[in-house]
Structures are given as C-alpha cells and as structure tokens.
C-alpha cells in the first residue's frame, strides 16, 4: 500500500511538474515573441530612417532600389502596398510604379499590331528607356514589379520566363498554358518554330502541337510562313527586334 501511495504521489508530482513546465514554456514563448516584436518594430523604424537618408539613390539607382525592396520584403514591408502613408508620401515609390504603369501599357498597345500582344521584357525595357518621360533608370526588376500590380487589376498583364533569365510579356487577355509557354521558349532562341520541330524536339504528338500552334495563330502571336523551304514555319514577332526600331 506504501508503493502505491508513493507511486500516486509521483505520478501527481510528475503531472504538476509537467503542468508548471508547461506554462512557463508558455511564458518564454510570449516573451520571446514580445522581443521580435520590438525587435521587427525597431527595424522598420530604421528601415524608414534609412530610406529618408537614401531616398535620392532609391528613386534614381534601379539597383540600389531593387536591394531597397528586398529589405523590405525581408520584414513584410510592401512600399507599393497603398498610395498613401509614409513609402509613397516620403519616396514616391508608388507613383513611380504607377507611372511605369502607364508607360507599360502605352508600349504594349502600340506594339501590339506587330507582335499580337507579346514583347520581350528586354525591348519593353529599351522602348520605355527611350521615351522623354523616363528621366529615371528602369530596370527589368522595376518592370516585373509594375507588371505584378497590373495584373492584379486582372488587366490582362503577365510575365512569361522563357529561359536564361529572360521574360516575355503578355498584354493581352487569357492566360496562356504550359504548353503555348513551352513553344514559345523553343523559339526563343530562333524566332520560329515548325510543326516538325516541335514534334521531334518535344516528343508531342503532331494533334497537340497543331492545336497549340493554330491557337497561337488565331490570337496573332504567331505569324504562318509558307515560304520556307523547309516547310511551314511559325514566326513569333516579339521574339526577333523591330525592323522599326
């Protein structure tokens, strides 16, 4: 009767044991996250600081504005979030992606009678270099980040990787597939592809690769030359430059 009194005695210090363990673990992981809270605090109030020291270079140097966003990003801070409040009053930054914005579609549209709605991120890059009212450096960073708020308006705006870094840029709407985007980087390197090509290159069946080339055609991205002495080829004007310029 003795061992069992002791064991229920253990057995009950054990269990207020664990009791005690279990609030004081309660306790550290509230002070613990009291801390990072300050600590998250105290480095957004010197992430502000920083930006009103820098706020020239932020606007001005596309690179040392990329490495500014993603300080920001590192604690859940989004500059482009709202138009108002301290990132778009003190920097700009909000009118600066709005008016890229701008810029963006105002070259898409007047592209798109060549290319059917798709340019690469390199010539939108160069055609909004060249306008008057870019004073400031624009690069693709820049560019991706204002496509990304377009297409949040459900405007029909998106960035398509093609490979080696490289994006192209659709403006028009309706979404392309994997299977249009994985034509669209067997061309990127020539400019063309062919019914053929796809077939043996992608191992597709001639059905599937003549659907998605005919869709292509139809929405104008892709132009049909017949001319070829190779056969049939299917040409992707905003994969070769401009003749215009």
Request: aromatic share 8%; proline share 3%.
């Amino acid at each position: 009767m003795r061992r069992r009194g002791v064991g229920a005695g253990a057995i009950a210090k054990k269990k207020l044991a664990e009791a005690r363990y279990k609030d004081r673990g309660t306790e550290i992981a509230a002070d613990q996250l009291a801390q990072m809270s300050k600590q998250l605090e105290t480095f957004q109030k010197h992430l502000e600081e920083f930006a009103t020291k820098h706020k020239d270079d932020i606007r001005r140097n596309a690179e040392f504005r990329r490495q500014f966003q993603e300080m920001c990003a590192a604690v859940g801070v989004d500059p482009l979030a709202s138009g108002k409040g301290f990132w778009s009053e003190m920097l700009g930054i909000g009118d600066f992606y709005y008016e890229l914005g701008v810029q963006i579609v105002e070259v898409c549209l007047a592209t798109k009678p060549r290319n059917g709605g798709l340019i690469m991120l390199d010539e939108l890059r160069e055609r909004i270099a060249g306008k008057s009212r870019a004073r400031q450096d624009v690069s693709n960073d820049d560019l991706l980040r204002a496509i990304k708020k377009l297409k949040v308006l459900g405007s029909g705006f998106t960035a398509i990787p093609v490979g080696g870094g490289r994006y192209l840029v659709q403006s028009v709407p309706g979404e392309l597939n994997m299977d249009h985007t994985t034509v669209l980087q067997l061309a990127e390197g020539s400019g063309f592809v062919s019914e053929s090509s796809i077939v043996n290159k992608l191992r597709w069946e001639t059905e599937r690769a003549q659907r998605v080339l005919d869709h292509m055609v139809k929405e104008g991205l892709a132009w049909v030359d017949d001319q070829a002495t190779e056969g049939r080829q299917y040409w992707f004007p905003a994969l070769f430059p401009d003749p215009a310029g």
